[in-house]
């Protein structure tokens, strides 16, 4: 039973971690996406 707890928090951290890492990942890649815009306009 604990080790299920365990893991589920895990699971949840991890989830959060992953969560805030892909939104930053998408604000690293804005500004080479709107570099590429301007440059094929």
Known sequence: MEMLGVSTLFYY???KF???CS???DCM???KRLKE???NN
Do not use: A, D, G, T
């Open 13 to 15: 951290i991890c989830s």
């Open 29 to 31: 890649e804005l500004p």
């Open 23 to 25: 939104i930053l990942r």
């Open 18 to 20: 992953l969560k805030k």
């Open 37 to 39: 815009q301007k440059s």
